[in-house]
């Protein structure tokens, strides 16, 4: 397991306590007049979530914005956004519930995009009127470094994702050695399919929809792929709790991330010796920093 903080981007761009070695816009990341604020919009950002996790503010929802979503909206066969890929099994020519993902973008309290003109450019083509709220990287960073589960230790929390990754996060949560990494000792678990969800959105609503009213967490972390741009904003009215869309930090949790992946160079993939991971859904995992729980 390699424990080294490891950087390809001048400090800057930096978070504490992670390492990013991911080679994806990586010309930008040199350049600091690309984002002059990023450190000041970064404090302002975790004081925000702070006074969240006190209660200062009432719930929110934060929506991140990438590539895949903008592929999904503009109904491009690319990566995740693919039909019979994972967002969902039709043809877009099928899929005729499109609009209500173009529309629920924008219904969220904060949306978050990857700073590169790149990954701007696709939100703004879409939403030109629609202020984007602050860098998707404070996402990446803060799941990174546990700092947003450890900020939330003192609320009751809850996950919404793929049943298959929540079976494994349940299981790891019975490892002291896995509650103290994380820096919380429980999860209140929200269902959702691993694959397909956006096939039939308001089925899929209703089906979470029923678990959130019998919920009890005042904030749930949420990676549940496209789905999220129809459903994300809709979850209040279920249960008035805080929605934050922390995406493959799931895959974090549940232990099957590459830690390629933006500022997630030094996680640890804690694993179980005795489960059969093969109905787990992978996105690109190569085995790295793994530590196996028996």
């Not at 390492?19 to 990586?26: A, E, P, S, T």
């Not at 202020?131 to 960073?141: C, M």
């Not at 008035?240 to 500022?263: F, K, N, Q, V």
Request: net charge negative.
């Amino acid at each position: 397991m390699n424990n080294n903080l490891q950087w390809n981007y001048p400090e800057y761009y930096q978070i504490e306590g992670t390492g990013n070695i991911d080679r994806y816009d990586y010309v930008y990341f040199n350049d600091p007049s690309m984002y002059p604020e990023f450190q000041n919009e970064f404090i302002e950002y975790k004081n925000m979530l702070i006074d969240l996790a006190d209660q200062k503010i009432d719930p929110i929802s934060i929506l991140r914005y990438g590539d895949g979503d903008y592929y999904f909206l503009t109904k491009q066969a690319i990566g995740s956004a693919s039909p019979g890929k994972r967002a969902l099994s039709v043809d877009y020519s099928n899929l005729s519930t499109h609009d209500q993902f173009i529309d629920g973008v924008c219904k969220n309290d904060y949306i978050a995009t990857e700073i590169s003109p790149r990954a701007r450019q696709f939100f703004n083509t879409l939403y030109p009127n629609r202020k984007i709220d602050f860098p998707l990287e404070f996402i990446y960073g803060t799941v990174a470094n546990r700092w947003i589960f450890k900020n939330f230790n003192n609320l009751k929390v809850g996950i919404i994702g793929a049943s298959e990754k929540l079976y494994l996060i349940e299981k790891l949560l019975e490892y002291p050695e896995y509650q103290d990494y994380i820096g919380i000792s429980d999860f209140e678990l929200i269902h959702f399919p691993q694959k397909f969800a956006c096939d039939d959105i308001n089925l899929v609503e209703n089906f979470v929809g029923e678990q959130l009213k019998a919920g009890t967490a005042d904030v749930y972390f949420v990676g549940i792929s496209s789905a999220k741009l129809a459903l994300l904003h809709r979850f209040k009215k279920y249960r008035h709790a805080s929605y934050i869309d922390i995406g493959c930090g799931i895959d974090a949790l549940a232990g099957c991330l590459t830690t390629s992946r933006p500022y997630f160079f030094n996680w640890t993939n804690y694993r179980l010796s005795d489960h059969d991971y093969s109905d787990i859904d992978y996105m690109k995992y190569k085995h790295e920093n793994e530590k196996f729980l028996k």
